[in-house]
């Protein structure tokens, strides 16, 4: 019996199907084998666009060439997608008469790539646990295989880009949540409708958790532009193992060289088997911090900008996550004009019992929100819940909790 394969659904010979098969193609793997086994009708896998708002279907290999050009786009809001998104639980109704309609979630270390969706005769337990390994293992897929495709990133536009949006769009991390045994992340950026330069960034290594967040100045082009000098820089220095104090001065000097102008940006390091943070504040707005039901901004010195022609001395800073908080990053999209209206506390606190994906898509919607759907800069949020560092393994309902709702 292979992985997985006390059901008989034979994961290891779908992912070897999939690995055998082109990259645009991979996906029907999965879907042949759920119809082979299962009788199952209409299945589909369907992503999540690059806002949180839309879900589109992604057509089975060749039906673009027979006419099916056009996605099918859904509005998330409301529909049985965000149900089971939100809750990563697999969600069960009737089909009118046709058999049962089972939708699961397809994620990867807290990353809701998309659902899964299919027709099924009949379901017993049997029949679920198998639908959500596939949807589990259909998510290994897909990240392995959007590096040798643009089908996944074509499929997440549900509007066109510019050439700065484009340059924006690669500099953040591929995935926008993950999870871990010590914590939980997640980022999004909703950019305005001229480009203002945001990016967040993080990287986990075995020990430590980097964070950033940096919002270049200008926008459109020259914003996009000196984004990538500054994000290049500090990854730069981090992959080169030097701390945050290099690292800002790594940054600034790049942009100082190039001549581009200014960025602001904060910098964490969180040291996993403590809680331990050390961070460098350039020019960025103060960290909120959500304790024991309290909101409160965590006022730390406040260092000139990256790239600012002036002497300027980089300060790293340390204060301490306990078991429960919840950090919460922004940019001055978040505050600034129309945004000034949002009630950040407010929302903070009202989101506290859900997932950071989740807080993340309610802060940036509200933004979207409170500029009637036309930012003027960009508004981008990471949101890091801090579970402490003795709380053992990480355990996940992504792909593999089979309670029908």
Not at 63 to 91: F, I
Not at 108 to 125: A, F, H, K, S, Y
Not at 172 to 188: H, M, R, V
Request: net charge negative; with cysteine; glycine share 10%.
């Amino acid at each position: 019996m292979g992985v997985f394969d006390e059901d008989g659904l034979g994961l290891d010979e779908v992912l070897r199907a999939a690995e055998d098969a082109a990259p645009v193609e991979s996906v029907d793997v999965v879907a042949r084998n759920l119809e082979k086994r299962y009788s199952a009708a209409q299945v589909s896998f369907l992503l999540v666009d690059m806002l949180g708002r839309e879900a589109v279907r992604l057509p089975r290999a060749g039906t673009a060439a027979r006419g099916r050009d056009e996605p099918e786009r859904m509005e998330l809001a409301g529909s049985v997608y965000d149900l089971v998104l939100r809750s990563q639980r697999l969600h069960q109704e009737d089909d009118g008469g046709a058999g049962c309609r089972l939708v699961a979630p397809v994620t990867n270390r807290g990353d809701c790539i998309g659902v899964l969706e299919m027709v099924v005769p009949q379901v017993d337990d049997t029949v679920r646990a198998a639908v959500a390994r596939a949807a589990h293992a259909l998510a290994y897929i897909v990240v392995t295989d959007r590096r040798f495709t643009d089908l996944y990133h074509s499929g997440r536009r549900t509007t066109a880009m510019s050439l700065a949006a484009e340059i924006q769009h690669q500099l953040l991390p591929s995935a926008p949540c993950c999870e871990a045994a010590q914590f939980t992340l997640a980022g999004g950026l909703a950019p305005a409708d001229d480009i203002g330069g945001d990016t967040y960034d993080y990287a986990l290594d075995e020990d430590v958790l980097h964070l950033s967040i940096t919002d270049a100045m200008g926008h459109d082009t020259a914003s996009a532009l000196l984004a990538t000098l500054t994000v290049n820089a500090l990854r730069g220095a981090r992959r080169a193992g030097r701390g945050l104090f290099d690292q800002a001065n790594a940054a600034h000097h790049a942009i100082m060289t190039a001549g581009r102008g200014m960025t602001t940006g904060q910098l964490l390091r969180v040291e996993l088997d403590s809680g331990a943070v050390e961070l460098v504040n350039a020019g960025h707005p103060w960290p909120l911090r959500l304790r024991d039901g309290r909101i409160e901004e965590l006022p730390l010195k406040v260092n000139l900008p990256f790239g600012v022609p002036a002497p300027v001395a980089y300060e790293v800073q340390r204060f301490h996550l306990e078991p429960g908080d919840r950090l919460v990053l922004i940019t001055d999209g978040m505050l600034d004009r129309e945004a000034a209206a949002i009630d950040l506390p407010a929302l903070i606190k009202d989101t506290g019992d859900e997932h950071p994906r989740e807080v993340v898509r309610t802060l940036t919607t509200a933004a979207v929100d409170a500029y009637g759907g036309s930012l003027a800069d960009d508004a981008t949020t990471l949101v890091l819940d801090w579970h402490g560092s003795h709380s053992g393994l990480r355990t996940t309902c992504g792909g593999s909790n089979t309670n029908a709702r």
